[in-house]
């Protein structure tokens, strides 16, 4: 597997550019079964009570730029190009995998909310919306993970939305290591959230 960090910057250069392509993209012409790969699952809560007076928030599901769901994992090779491997690939929905590790992290971390999936029933509920245009690895050695999210009341209204982007370096060469960057980015995210969702959830109306 090639190498990301400082050598990807290097095999992108003039003279090796083609090969390095290829190589990455995983399009050599042998058969051979794509390497799959999760997300670090956040840590969950233990199964707890719903709070009868504690305002309820709904994971709706993570949205993602539609290169981001091809199923393989995608880096940026240059200014104005990105590649989506064909070796390299997501075990499962990458919106969903983010969507999971979303709901579990906030679950942790927001004791005074009752944290729930998505469902038909919203009568009363607060959402949040999430949408991730960019999830991939960087010819400047990084994972880049950038989007926004949308906080809004049981009537549909807007009530707080801020948009993130996070650079995470590889600790390591090859696609484990982006992945794991990736994931810390994630994580990372969803805790900048929580402030935020718990100032406005602090003053809803109680049930």
């Not at 993570?62 to 070796?87: C, E, F, M, R, W």
């Not at 959402?127 to 999830?135: C, E, I, N």
């Amino acid at each position: 597997m090639m190498l990301f960090r400082a050598s990807l910057r290097r095999l992108f250069t003039a003279a090796t550019l083609g090969v390095s392509l290829v190589a990455l993209a995983g399009c050599a012409t042998t058969q051979r079964s794509p390497s799959l790969f999760v997300l670090d699952a956040g840590a969950s809560a233990p199964d707890t009570t719903p709070q009868p007076c504690a305002p309820t928030l709904m994971i709706a599901p993570v949205t993602t730029a539609s290169y981001l769901d091809q199923g393989g994992i995608v880096y940026q090779t240059g200014p104005h190009k990105v590649v989506i491997a064909n070796d390299n690939r997501w075990a499962s929905s990458l919106s969903g995998q983010l969507t999971d590790d979303l709901y579990a992290t906030l679950e942790q971390r927001l004791p005074g909310v009752n944290v729930v999936r998505t469902s038909s029933n919203q009568q009363g509920r607060y959402q949040l919306q999430t949408r991730v245009d960019q999830f991939l690895g960087h010819y400047d050695g990084k994972a880049h993970i950038a989007g926004r999210w949308t906080l809004v009341g049981p009537k549909g209204h807007t009530l707080d939305g801020h948009a993130f982007e996070k650079t995470v370096p590889l600790s390591g060469d090859g696609y484990p290591a982006l992945v794991n960057s990736l994931s810390r980015g994630w994580q990372d995210i969803a805790r900048g959230m929580v402030p935020a969702l718990t100032d406005k959830l602090a003053s809803a109306p109680r049930p």
